[in-house]
Nanobody
Framework: QVQMVESGGRLVQAGDSLRLSCAAS????????MGWFRQPPRKERGFVAQ???????YYDYSVEGRFTISRNNAENTVFLDMTNLKPEDTAVYFC????????????????WGQGTQVTVSS
């Protein structure tokens, strides 16, 4: 059974840091690009970052320099390290798996987790 499970979301204050994790199982993890998307309240889900199978990284301009995506292929896990969090970062964060390197389009992601809530208070 293919499964992706996000964790690490919680309530934090503006300026804080937070690490999200996404553990994958049932897929050949090292062959997929792994991405993070987020869905703010009353908005559509949008791209945050992606790391390809050869560790090339891509970021949305809104998080460039504050967020870092990484992966551990031995543990089938992808991480999102978030620093200097802002209230506008409040969202449900999802991880996804894609065969398209650099993809910022959620329809190009084949597998999704259930999401983890990040809330940033001002």
């Amino acid at each position: 059974q293919v499964q992706m499970v996000e964790s690490g979301g919680r309530l934090v204050q503006a300026g804080d840091s937070l690490r999200l994790s996404c553990a994958a199982s049932g897929l050949d993890f090292s062959r997929y690009a792994m991405g993070w998307f987020r869905q703010p309240p009353r908005k559509e889900r949008g791209f945050v970052a992606q790391i390809s199978w050869n560790h090339h990284t891509y970021y949305d301009y809104s998080v460039e320099g504050r967020f870092t995506i990484s992966r551990n292929n031995a543990e089938n896990t992808v991480f999102l390290d978030m620093t200097n969090l802002k209230p506008e970062d409040t969202a449900v964060y999802f991880c996804g798996a894609s065969v398209v390197a650099g993809s910022e389009v959620d329809s190009e992601y084949e597998i999704w987790g259930q999401g983890t809530q990040v809330t940033v208070s001002s």
